[in-house]
């Protein structure tokens, strides 16, 4: 009997201690805790806004996010092409509206006209993030516009990542600052100071591409094209007459070059001609050196063949 009421009190106790289990588990838990409605305690739940508690800002982050949106860092890139009257005038306007913006220009080209090329300019500018687009606007109105593109790339991960890494160095370098300082044996000396130089060199490395960055992000970069209308050929020959004088036209054009062709191999001409007359005067003299060996020669004299 004692063993059975031990077995009984040990089950009554394990029944208890589940029961009391899944009773917290529905009370904490709501309804994605297993479903269980919440029991009526005796309060009544309050009607329209009575009883409301104000709702606390603090407690949600999204509203904070919405109120303080996080500070992006993108780099802002673009591509004009306009078409105008005079390019390099043209390319003076744009430099005068960077520079009223505070802009750069980083690099300029100028090509003038001639018969052969139209003239061309091109400008690699940088202009303030914050005036890009007024100074785009100004910039189009300079002439036609052939094409426009401009490009975005967030660098907000990429900037984050140097902050952090800068100033996990800068603490390193800090500390090994002031073990150098504590340090009196020659050897820890030696090893602080040479780990000191490397941390400090890894840390203006990742300085000057922060700089370089934060220059990026700063200062967007652009660059304008500016051409001019190119001369448009002339139409062909539509019937016989047109295409007789195009072809005397052509004739004279090909004659004219076979002359400037002659001008300039004239004087080869002459030079071979010396040469050509030099070296005939010196065969005919040794034929008639030899053909008057041979009449001095007098009949019936054996040859070397004869001798022999």
Do not use: H, K, N
Request: hydrophobic residues 45%.
């Amino acid at each position: 009997m004692t063993r059975r009421r031990v077995l009984l009190v040990s089950a009554v106790a394990l029944a208890v201690l589940l029961t009391s289990g899944c009773s917290a588990g529905g009370f904490g838990g709501g309804e994605d805790s297993g479903g269980v409605a919440q029991p009526d305690i005796g309060v009544e739940a309050p009607t329209g806004d009575e009883g409301v508690a104000p709702r606390d800002d603090a407690q949600f982050g999204e509203d904070r996010l919405v109120d303080a949106p996080e500070e992006r860092s993108v780099i802002t890139t673009g591509r004009l092409a306009l078409t105008v009257d005079d390019p390099v005038d043209s390319a003076t306007d744009a430099v005068g509206i960077v520079a009223a913006a505070g802009g750069r220009v980083d690099s300029r080209s100028e090509t003038p006209g001639t018969d052969l090329q139209p003239a061309r300019a091109t400008l690699v500018v940088r202009i303030p993030a914050d005036d890009f687009e007024e100074v785009l606007a100004d910039l189009r109105a300079l002439g036609a516009v052939t094409s426009v593109q401009v490009d975005a790339t967030d660098v907000t991960q990429e900037r984050q990542d140097l902050d952090a890494r800068i100033e996990a160095l800068q603490t390193s370098v800090d500390r090994l600052l002031a073990l150098l300082a504590d340090a009196d044996d020659t050897a820890d000396l030696i090893a602080i100071e040479s780990e000191l130089t490397a941390r400090q060199a890894e840390l203006d490395g990742l300085r000057a591409q922060r700089d370089w960055l934060a220059d990026q992000v700063d200062y967007s970069t652009l660059t304008v094209e500016l051409l001019t209308e190119g001369v448009a050929p002339e139409a062909g020959p539509d019937d016989f007459w047109s295409g007789a004088a195009a072809g005397w036209e052509a004739l004279v054009a090909f004659a004219s070059g076979l002359l400037v062709v002659a001008g300039v191999l004239l004087p080869w001409l002459a030079v071979l001609v010396v040469i050509g007359a030099i070296v005939t005067g010196v065969v005919l003299l040794a034929v008639r050196a030899t053909r008057r060996g041979r009449a001095q020669v007098p009949p019936g004299t054996p040859g070397p063949d004869d001798r022999a």
